[in-house]
C-alpha cells in the first residue's frame, strides 16, 4: 500500500474511519476497521476480518445486480482496511431535506428500486440508512457501506432489511417517514413482480406484529 | 383537586410493570425520599404473570405503608400519584393501576400515567447526573437504545425478538443454576463468567441498529446441552457475544448523535463487565460514561415518581377513566415536553 499518500480523517464512524488520500493519482477512500477495546481481541478481530473480506465482495455483486457502489481497488485484511473509489456527491440524508416534494418523490422511487435490485440478486444490505446512500453529480445513487450485509434469499433477512430502512426513516426524517416509505415501496415494486412485493410486505408486517412495533403497525399502512 | 405552586410538593409512584412491586416517593425538587422494592421470586421457572400479580396485590398496602414512613410523609401530604401505565405484563400493571386510582381518588389528587422506558432514562438523568445522553437501557424486558430528538425519545436501535436479561436468564435456567434470595440470573451467569477463560464461537447478530438474541440464546443452549465446554466457559463467552453486540449498537448511536454522555441503566446494567465495555466506547468517543446505582437502574418506584413530577409540573395528567394501561406503549411515543 507504498503509493498511498496523506490520508486524511473524514469520517470517524462507529465501526470504521474513513480516510480520504490519493492513490496512483485518484481520489481515494481507506475504510478501515479499527481494533475495539471493549471486545475480546479473539473476537474482536474475526469480526473485523470477516467483514473486511465480506463488504468488497458484497460491494461487486452489487453493481453486477445494478446497484452503483464505488470500486473497490485494494483489500488489505491485514490491516482490515479497504481501498475503494471516492464518490464526489451528497448524502441522502441531507439531500432529502432539501429538495423539492416532487424530486424528493423521485429520489426515494429511485431508491427502492435500486434496494429492489440488491433483493432481486440475493443481496440484502444489512444498515439501509440515507447516510449510506450518496448522489454524485451525475444524478447516480451510490450505495455504500455494505459491512453488515450478506448474500441470502431468504425472506426474512429481506423483510428485516426494508424493515430497517423504514425504521431508519423514521428516526432522521420522522416528519416524513410514511410519505417517503411509501414511495420506497412504489420504486421497490417496480423492479419486482408482484408476488414476490407482496410475500416481503407480509413479512414486513409481521415482524412488526412481532410486538416491539405496535405503534408502527398502527401509524403506517404500507 | 388541591392547587399547589409547582416547585414544592411530592409525587408517589407505583411500578409494576413485571416481577418488581415498588412504591418511590418524590420531592418536586427530585430528592428521592424513599423507594421500597418487593420482588416476586417464583419458585421455578420464568414470571407467571398472574402469579406476579397476585404478589403485587398482596404487598401493596406492606410496601405503600413502608414508604410513606420512610419519607416521614403522610398520604395526605401528597400532591400527585403517578404509576407505570406500560410496556410490561398486562395483570402486574392493572394491579399497580388499581392500587394507584384507589390512592390518586381517595386523597383527591391527580393521576399522572408514566412509561417504564421513559422514567428509566429520566432516573438515570437525575441520579447520575446526566443531560442528554444516549441511553442503553437493557432489562429482562428491554433492550433499547434511545437518545432524546426534537420533543420525544427517539429509539436508535432495539431487540427484534427478546431482551439481553431475558436470554440470560432463559440460559441461567436451563443450565439448572440457582440464585440465591434477591439475587438475580444475571448475576450468577456473571460470576460463572469470570472463571471462563476460552471464547466459545456464538452467533453474532448485528441487523443495522437492531439487535436479535434468540439465535445465540438458542446456540449457547445447544452448546451447553452437547456438554463439550465448561459452563464458566459457556457463560463468559454468552455474555462476551450478547454484550459486544449491544455495546455495537450503543457506539453507532453515540457516533452518529455525537452526543457527550452514555447512561447505561435497566437490570442489567449493574453487570460490571458491561458497565466497562460501554465505558470504553464512551472513553472513545469522548462522551462521559454514567451509570446509576442498582436500585434505581433496576425496576424502581421512584423512577415513576419522579417522571410523574416531571409530568405534573409539566400539566400531564389523566382523569381515571382514561387511565388503562398499555402493554405495548413504546418510548418513542411518549412526548417529553420537559426535555429541551
Known amino acids: 500500500m507504498g503509493e498511498i499518500s496523506q490520508p486524511k480523517l473524514i469520517k470517524r464512524g462507529a465501526e470504521a474511519c474513513l480516510f480520504l488520500a490519493e492513490w496512483h493519482g485518484r481520489k481515494v477512500v481507506l475504510k478501515r476497521r479499527l481494533p475495539k477495546k471493549y471486545r475480546l481481541p479473539v473476537l474482536d478481530e474475526e469480526i473485523r476480518t470477516y467483514r473486511t473480506i465480506h463488504e468488497p465482495r458484497l460491494m461487486h455483486e452489487a453493481k453486477r445486480a445494478g446497484v452503483p457502489t464505488p470500486t473497490i481497488f485494494l483489500v488489505d485484511v491485514k490491516n482490515s482496511t479497504i481501498v475503494m473509489e471516492y464518490i464526489e456527491g451528497k448524502q441522502l440524508k441531507q439531500l432529502l431535506n432539501q429538495v423539492s416534494e416532487g424530486d424528493r418523490q423521485n429520489l426515494c422511487r429511485k431508491i427502492g428500486e435500486l434496494i429492489g435490485k440488491l433483493h432481486m440478486h440475493g443481496i440484502v444490505h444489512g444498515d439501509l440508512t440515507t447516510s449510506n446512500m450518496i448522489q454524485n453529480g451525475d444524478g447516480k445513487i451510490f450505495f455504500v457501506d455494505f459491512g453488515l450485509g450478506e448474500k441470502t434469499r431468504e425472506l426474512e433477512a429481506i423483510g428485516v432489511d426494508l424493515h430497517l430502512m423504514k425504521r431508519a426513516l423514521q428516526s432522521t426524517h420522522y416528519k416524513f417517514a410514511e410519505e417517503y416509505f411509501k414511495n420506497v415501496i412504489e420504486g421497490y415494486s417496480s423492479v419486482l413482480d408482484a408476488e414476490t412485493v407482496r410475500n416481503v410486505l407480509d413479512k414486513i408486517r409481521e415482524i412488526e406484529k412481532r410486538g416491539r412495533y405496535v405503534a408502527e403497525r398502527r401509524s403506517m399502512q404500507i | ?340
Open chain 2, 1 to 340: 383537586m388541591k392547587q399547589r405552586k409547582t416547585d414544592e410538593g411530592y409525587c408517589l409512584g407505583i411500578e409494576s410493570t413485571a416481577d418488581d412491586f415498588s412504591v418511590g416517593i418524590a420531592t418536586f425538587k427530585g430528592d428521592i425520599l424513599a423507594n421500597v422494592i418487593s420482588a416476586y421470586m417464583p419458585p421455578e421457572g420464568g414470571i407467571h404473570p398472574r402469579e406476579a400479580a397476585r404478589h403485587h396485590a398482596e404487598v401493596a398496602a406492606k410496601v405503600l405503608e413502608e414508604a410513606f414512613q420512610k419519607a416521614g410523609i403522610k398520604p395526605k401530604d401528597l400532591t400527585a400519584v403517578a404509576f407505570s401505565q406500560g410496556p410490561g405484563l398486562g395483570p402486574c400493571l392493572r394491579t399497580g393501576a388499581t392500587v394507584a386510582r384507589a390512592l390518586a381518588s381517595y386523597l383527591r389528587v391527580p393521576l399522572v400515567g408514566v412509561n417504564h422506558c421513559v422514567a428509566h432514562i429520566e432516573i438515570g438523568k437525575l441520579k447520575a447526573g446526566a443531560k442528554d445522553p444516549v441511553t442503553l437501557y437493557v432489562s429482562g424486558g428491554n433492550t433499547i437504545v434511545a437518545a432524546f430528538d426534537a420533543g420525544r425519545y427517539r429509539v436508535f436501535g432495539e431487540t427484534l425478538d427478546i431482551a439481553l436479561g431475558n436470554c440470560l436468564d432463559v440460559f441461567a435456567r436451563e443450565a439448572g443454576l440457582r440464585q440465591r434470595s434477591g439475587e438475580p440470573f444475571g448475576a450468577v451467569v456473571e460470576k460463572l463468567a469470570k472463571k471462563g477463560k476460552r471464547l466459545i464461537p456464538l452467533p453474532y447478530t448485528v441487523k443495522g441498529m437492531d439487535i436479535s438474541f434468540s439465535g445465540l440464546l438458542t446456540a449457547a443452549i445447544n452448546t451447553l446441552r452437547r456438554g463439550e465446554y465448561s459452563l464458566e466457559d459457556l457463560c463468559y463467552s454468552l455474555q462476551e457475544t450478547a454484550f459486544s453486540m449491544v455495546v455495537e449498537v450503543t457506539e453507532r448511536a453515540l457516533a452518529h448523535t455525537e452526543k457527550g454522555e452514555v447512561l447505561l441503566t435497566g437490570g442489567v446494567a449493574a453487570n460490571k463487565r458491561l458497565q466497562e465495555m460501554v465505558c470504553s466506547i464512551a472513553e472513545e468517543h469522548g462522551a462521559k460514561f454514567c451509570t446509576v446505582p442498582g436500585e434505581f437502574a433496576m425496576d424502581n418506584g421512584a423512577m415513576i415518581a419522579w417522571t410523574g413530577v416531571l409530568a405534573f409540573t409539566h400539566g400531564v395528567t389523566m382523569p381515571i377513566t382514561k387511565s388503562f394501561v398499555r402493554l405495548k406503549w413504546r418510548l418513542e411515543e411518549v412526548e417529553v415536553p420537559w426535555v429541551k
